[in-house]
């Protein structure tokens, strides 16, 4: 039975803040602005707007869709609510997805406005993958290996719109840093993925996870993590010393290479140790960032 009370504005609005996941804001908000940075070598207006954009907005749509879509499987996963993404209230189905519309709109306006045809076709290709990662039709989220790689394109995409629309000059090196920043969200999404195989296919889900298997997904994503390390070498230096940052990730995911799909849900241990790990990243790519900026002045 559907709660027939009005909601209030504060319940309102701290729903939308948990579905927002504030504590991955900065994973999608700080890519494009070291892109943008790094490329203009100067704060300006459209900077602060974009940084803005891919640190709310962006998130809203990005995880309040998938909240919305995802309802069935969240009412049946037990680590829904907090940091993992709410389990929202029906009424609030509409309301996010209007939410997450309109919050967006200013900002991709401005920035059509200032960009370039390759910017709005970028910009455009990243709002794509936001919305039918979790909307119907397409729903990529339930496209085995389309989910990985759409879900990284959640995150390596603001770098890459941050690099086009600053002008930035496309080189070997610098293609080395975006793959290698895409395996990486591939191999995160897929250990991801493995806690919530059963969940999943309870709610009749697909994910690369429940075709084929968590163990095999597991090594998947080692696979995908050592490739990024590898990668990331070709970078101009100081950036191959961030290969150093996969071996932590490597570190915490190795010890459930041998789970089944009736234990993956140990996986969500693991997975707890990212919201750690990535700010532990984040510092150490930033002070590269810093080196970098200081051998290219």
């Known amino acids: 039975m559907t709660d027939a009370r009005p909601l209030r504005t504060g319940a309102v609005i701290r729903e939308l803040f948990v579905s927002s996941r504030p504590v991955s804001w900065i994973n999608t908000a700080y890519p494009f602005a070291a892109a943008y940075l790094l490329t203009t070598r100067e704060i300006d207006v459209t900077l602060v707007i974009g940084a803005i954009f891919f640190l709310i907005p962006y998130n809203?749509?990005?995880?309040?869709?998938?909240?919305?879509?995802?309802?069935?499987?969240?009412?049946?996963?037990?680590?829904?609510?907090?940091?993992?993404?709410?389990?929202?209230d029906r009424r609030m189905h509409p309301i996010t997805l209007w939410a997450a519309g309109l919050s967006c709109l200013p900002f991709v306006v401005y920035l059509v406005i200032v960009g370039s045809p390759a910017s709005w076709a970028v910009l455009a290709a990243s709002l794509f993958f936001v919305v039918f990662y979790s909307a119907p039709p397409l729903r990529l989220k339930e496209v085995p290996f389309a989910d990985s790689l759409t879900s990284s394109i959640h995150f390596f995409s603001p770098a890459v719109y941050g690099l086009v629309l600053a002008g930035a000059e496309w080189t070997w090196q610098l293609a080395a840093v975006i793959v290698a920043f895409a395996l990486w969200g591939v191999a995160s999404h897929a250990f991801g993925a493995v806690q919530d195989v059963e969940a999943d296919r309870a709610a009749g889900i697909s994910s690369i996870a429940t075709a084929r298997g968590a163990r095999w997904t597991v090594w998947f994503a080692l696979a995908c993590y050592a490739g990024s390390g590898i990668v990331v070498l070709l970078a101009a230096w100081p950036g191959p010393l961030a290969a150093l940052v996969v071996l932590p990730y490597l570190v915490?995911?190795?010890?459930?290479?041998?789970?089944?799909?009736?234990?993956?849900?140990?996986?969500?241990?693991?997975?707890?140790?990212?919201?750690?790990?990535?700010?532990?990243?984040?510092?150490?790519?930033?002070?590269?960032?810093?080196?970098?900026?200081?051998?290219?002045?």
């Open 60 to 88: 809203l749509a990005m995880y309040g869709i998938n909240d919305v879509f995802d309802y069935e499987s969240d009412l049946r996963n037990p680590r829904k609510g907090g940091a993992h993404g709410a389990v929202l």
């Open 252 to 297: 915490t995911v190795w010890p459930y290479r041998g789970v089944t799909d009736e234990t993956a849900d140990t996986a969500t241990r693991g997975w707890d140790r990212f919201l750690w790990l990535n700010q532990f990243a984040g510092f150490v790519v930033t002070l590269l960032l810093i080196w970098f900026w200081l051998l290219t002045d």
